[in-house]
């Protein structure tokens, strides 16, 4: 089995900082492209950042200059580092990956559980 899991959400005042992560483990293989996605109540899942095995990374407009990502192929790990916050930032985040098991040749996408993030003073 596979299991992504969170960390790193919590409450922020607007302006502040955060760091996720995202820890995969399990009978993993590879490890295609790592993405971040948030949802908001009332609001549709929205992907805000991607980031390739190889590093490429997009990031949705509302985001661009202010969240970064990185991975750590070695540990299995993607990060979103999110700075300058806003109000508007305040979602539900989820970690999500496409993963090859170990002795499967295509690959599966698996989602973690989530972590919230509340900015408000």
């Known amino acids: 089995q596979v299991q992504l899991v969170e960390s790193g959400g919590g409450l922020v005042q607007p302006g502040g900082s955060l760091r996720l992560s995202c820890a995969a483990s399990?009978?993993?293989?590879?490890?295609?492209?790592m993405n971040w996605y948030r949802q908001a109540p009332g609001n549709q899942r929205e992907l805000v950042a991607s980031?390739?095995?190889?590093?490429?990374?997009n990031f949705a407009d509302s985001v661009k200059g202010r969240f970064t990502i990185c991975r750590d192929n070695a540990k299995n790990t993607v990060y979103l580092q999110m700075n300058t916050l806003k109000p508007e930032d305040t979602a539900v985040y989820y970690c999500?990956?496409?993963?090859?098991?170990?002795?499967?040749?295509?690959?599966?996408?698996?989602w973690g559980k989530g972590t919230l993030v509340t900015v408000s003073s």
């Open positions: 999500n990956a496409r993963i090859v098991q170990m002795g499967v040749d295509y690959a599966t996408r698996y």
């Open positions: 399990g009978n993993i293989f590879s490890i295609n492209a």
């Open positions: 980031i390739t095995t190889g590093g490429s990374t």
